[in-house]
Antibody, heavy 118, light 107 residues
């Protein structure tokens, strides 16, 4: 099974961008779909988007379209989520989640806290 | 988009109780439904996949049922470590939306 390790916490200014990485190990990266989920303080889980690294297909919710860019580097088994035009409402823990085929998305990274503050 | 409606929002129970959480999809999702447990400061943990299959290592007091639009998570004989927040998630179609969560608290 895959293990996902995310990059460290970030503090960003309003209007800037953040790029979070998610490095996979323990299994073949190309077997997985990687999704991004965020959780604002005290709130529930919000699915943001996904990538199929082996073919580069991405999908994101309408809420984030135009602001989120999800990419993957097969050579380093790393997925990335970049969110632009940050506002205070983007302060959250961001998780990457691995899913094999049409199975449940069950392999979670440890989360990356992104704080947006002036 | 498929919306997931989870209830109740919160639940108070005692050790040894049996509790049930429900999740309703706005359209049919077959059995592409997962249940997750989340404890404070931790990533969610997968408990149930395909609506009723228990993940390896998850205690048998947890069970899931349902198909189509209506699903339930049941926890028999609550243990102290079960007090947490529970989420359902559909993975039938994108976006893979979650329910709002159910916070299970000690009565």
């Amino acid at each position: 099974q895959v293990q996902l390790v995310q990059s460290g916490a970030e503090v960003k200014k309003p209007g800037s961008s953040v790029k979070v990485s998610c490095k996979a190990s323990g299994d073949t990266f190309s077997r997985y779909i990687i999704s991004w989920v965020r959780q604002a303080p005290g709130q529930g889980l919000e699915w943001m988007g996904m990538i199929i690294p082996i073919i580069g297909i991405t999908n994101s919710t309408q809420k984030f379209q135009g602001r989120v860019t999800i990419t993957a580097d097969k050579s380093t088994s790393t997925a990335y989520m970049e969110l632009s035009s940050l506002g205070s409402e983007d302060t959250a823990v961001y998780y990457c989640v691995g899913q094999r085929g049409n199975r449940v998305p069950e392999y979670w990274g440890q989360g990356t806290l992104v704080t947006v503050s002036s | 988009d498929i919306q997931m409606t989870q209830s109740p929002f919160s639940l108070s129970a005692s050790v040894g109780d049996r509790v049930t959480i429900t999740c309703r999809a706005s359209q049919g999702i077959s059995n592409y439904l997962g249940w997750f447990q989340q404890k404070p400061g931790k990533a969610p943990k997968s408990l149930i996949y395909a609506a009723s299959s228990l993940q390896s290592g998850v205690p048998s007091r947890f069970s899931g049922s349902g198909s189509g639009t209506d699903f339930t998570l049941t926890i028999n004989s609550l243990q102290p470590e079960d007090f947490a927040t529970y989420y359902c998630q559909q993975y039938y179609s994108y976006p893979h939306n979650f329910g709002q969560g159910t916070k299970l608290e000690v009565k």
